[in-house]
């Protein structure tokens, strides 16, 4: 399991960047969040996931809030 923040979420596409401990900037995709919903993210907000690859790169899946 990953950790990082949210660097980046663009509502309107349902997509948002992690930048995770490591300084790496990692694509998500809203499906692929578990028990957060999208439009509660913020930037800045930890987070926890596991990467997979994709034909595009890097991606994040199993995305979960931290909470505080």
Same mark, same amino acid.
């Given at each position: 399991?990953?950790? @990082?923040?949210?660097?980046?979420?663009?509502? !309107?596409?349902? /997509? @948002? /960047?992690?930048?995770?401990?490591? @300084?790496?900037?990692?694509?998500?995709?809203?499906?692929?969040?578990?028990?957060?919903? /999208?439009?509660?993210?913020?930037? !800045?907000?930890?987070?926890? /996931?596991?990467?997979?690859?994709?034909?595009? @790169?890097?991606?994040?899946?199993?995305?979960?809030?931290?909470?505080?």
């Amino acid at each position: 399991m990953h950790s @990082g923040k949210i660097k980046r979420v663009v509502r !309107e596409r349902g /997509f @948002g /960047f992690i930048s995770d401990t490591d @300084g790496r900037e990692v694509f998500f995709h809203q499906s692929s969040l578990i028990d957060t919903q /999208f439009d509660d993210l913020k930037e !800045e907000q930890m987070v926890e /996931f596991e990467i997979e690859n994709s034909p595009k @790169g890097p991606r994040a899946i199993n995305v979960k809030a931290v909470k505080e």
